[in-house]
């Protein structure tokens, strides 16, 4: 099993600053890695595909990178509904498994 | 709009069997893989299982292997998830989402507890 790993757990921005947020696989995962944020009381929304694709009606402030084993998520200006939970995930194996998740929170 | 409803969730005690349902819509569904993943109170998300368009390929995670039976009806656009022996640790939001690879959309989810 492919072992996905967040960093950091919790992440204080103030609204307009950059948010960096990392994901490592335990193996490679080649380009295979989507984005996910989640808001209290919703399900998971898509952000990103194929390490660095937006979804559909993504903001163009999200962007993704990296391939292989180290991957980031950047939001370059916060807006106050950015806050949220966000996940990983690979789909290069199975099983298709998550990161444990970083929180963007006010700082 | 391409939209996934959850149904079924409740309340259940320890080894008792439940039969989750989600309805897909706004898409061809019979051409895509779907999936289940859950996530318990306050916990992040784990994938559950998975079934190709023609249902000729279904995964599943450790956890749930030999105990949950992943099913779907083309024809109703329906996801189906068979939960027997039933444990307090698969208690959670049980999500449906359409697969490529990446999971979208997702359903709002339904609720499973196990307790006694």
């Known amino acids: 099993e492919i072992v996905m790993t967040q960093s950091p757990a919790t992440l204080s921005v103030s609204p307009g600053e950059r948010a960096t947020l990392s994901c490592r696989a335990s193996?490679?995962?080649?380009?295979?890695l989507a984005w996910y944020q989640q808001k209290p009381g919703q399900s998971p929304r898509l952000l990103i595909y194929?390490?660095?694709t937006r979804a559909t009606d993504i903001p163009a402030r999200f962007s993704g990178s990296g391939s292989g084993t180290e991957f980031t998520l950047t939001i370059s200006s916060l807006q106050s509904e950015d806050f949220a939970i966000y996940y990983c995930?690979?789909?290069?194996?199975?099983?298709?498994?998550f990161g444990q998740g970083t929180k963007v929170e006010l700082k | 709009e391409v939209q996934m409803v959850e149904s079924g969730g409740g309340l259940v005690k320890p080894g008792g069997s439940l039969r989750l349902s989600c309805a897909a819509s706004g898409f061809s569904f019979g051409t895509y893989s779907v999936n289940w993943v859950r996530q318990a109170p306050g916990k992040g998300l784990e994938w559950v299982s998975s079934i190709s368009s023609s249902s000729s390929y279904i995964n599943y995670a450790d956890s749930v292997k030999g105990r949950f039976i992943i099913s779907r009806d083309n024809a109703k656009k329906s996801l189906y998830l068979q939960m027997n022996s039933l444990r307090a640790e698969d208690t959670a939001v049980y999500y449906c989402?359409?697969?490529?690879?990446?999971?979208?959309?997702w359903g709002q989810g339904t609720l499973v507890t196990v307790s006694s």
């Open positions: 995930q690979q789909y290069d194996n199975w099983p298709r498994t």
């Open positions: 989402a359409r697969e490529r690879g990446w999971f979208d959309p």
């Open positions: 193996q490679s995962v080649s380009s295979n």
């Open positions: 194929g390490a660095s």
